[in-house]
């Protein structure tokens, strides 16, 4: 079974008060698979920050904003790091304007989704039976 871990990165601007939506609909595509989310705006600890480097994920989605690409790649490098297997994939505000940037120059990301997430992300990851 594959472990994903889904990332919403803390923003800077401003303190989000409610759960990621957008990753709460791509995790619940995924019931067949153990699928955690890891929510920084309130969750942001050195412990958190450790599981999400050192704990072997075979999919890890990052969602940001242009505030927080900088954070997504400084993540997506460490995860790669230690574990190059990972397919480290981007979404979110930022991947959809700049999904062709982002994979012609960062290696650190595999895959980058534009728009809604639910369908490609399950797409990428649920085995094909054709």
Do not use: Q, W
């Not at 759960?19 to 019931?31: C, E, M, Q, R, T």
């Not at 050195?46 to 400084?74: L, M, P, W």
């Amino acid at each position: 079974m594959k472990n994903i871990m889904l990332i919403n990165l803390a923003s800077r601007d401003c303190r989000c008060n409610s759960f990621p939506l957008g990753l709460a609909y791509i995790a619940s595509s995924l019931d067949c698979y153990n699928v955690e989310i890891i929510d920084l705006n309130f969750n942001a600890t050195d412990e958190v920050f450790e599981k999400i480097i050192n704990k072997h994920f075979d999919v890890v989605g990052i969602s940001c904003y242009t505030g927080t690409f900088y954070e997504a790649s400084f993540v997506a490098k460490a995860i790669k790091e230690i574990d190059e297997k990972s397919l480290i994939v981007i979404g979110g505000y930022h991947a959809t304007s700049e999904y062709e940037y982002i994979i012609n120059n960062y290696k650190e990301f595999d895959v980058a989704i534009r728009g809604r997430g639910e369908i490609p992300f399950s797409e990428l990851v649920l085995p094909r039976s054709f």
